[in-house]
């Protein structure tokens, strides 16, 4: 008996700890996404936070301090995939990797989703005006392949034969059975 009360104790204690955590962010588990607008209105206010964000690739260049990527941001999918409605952009990041990264591996057209932290913003010339864009120092980065690189899949025939119609029957003869 004494150890279905310390078992019934632990569980009540689980619980009252699981209800104090989803009470800290509302109903998720997880703390609220911080949003491209916001980082991007004040990108010095939340250094040191962790982003993932996803888009297409512009431009990777190979520089003293890392490999800076040039990405149009886009809204991610569920599956963290980056959508391709560019239309529903909200500008521009760079992704800066410290150690080595060989811009041929992530050419322009390439969809990514990175996850990083902010550690400020940088302005670059853009046509012929001067962008800020907030930086994300690259933590983890996944390149999706682009549909025409997937491989042509090819189902197998689900069914009784190739014949299977309104002609012929499921015995294979013609129909009707005269």
């Not at 632990?10 to 209800?19: K, N």
Request: aromatic share 10%; net charge neutral.
């Amino acid at each position: 008996m004494f150890k279905l009360h310390v078992v019934l104790l632990g569980a009540l204690l689980i619980g009252a700890a699981a209800c104090a955590t989803n009470q800290e962010y509302g109903d998720s588990a997880q703390p609220p996404q911080i949003t491209f607008l916001q980082v991007k209105a004040t990108p010095d206010s939340y250094k040191g936070q962790t982003v993932t964000w996803g888009g297409e690739v512009l431009s990777a260049r190979r520089l003293k301090e890392g490999t800076r990527i040039e990405i149009l941001q886009l809204p991610l999918a569920s599956s963290l995939r980056p959508t391709m409605e560019l239309n529903k952009s909200q500008g521009r990041f760079v992704a800066l990797q410290r150690e080595f990264l060989d811009p041929a591996t992530v050419p322009a057209g390439t969809f990514v989703t990175v996850t990083g932290e902010i550690s400020g913003s940088i302005t670059l010339p853009l046509d012929e005006t001067e962008y800020s864009y907030p930086i994300v120092e690259l933590k983890t980065m996944k390149v999706w392949a682009r549909a025409e690189d997937q491989p042509v899949r090819i189902r197998p025939h689900i069914g009784p034969g190739p014949y299977w119609g309104p002609y012929w029957s499921p015995s294979w003869r013609p129909w009707p059975y005269w």
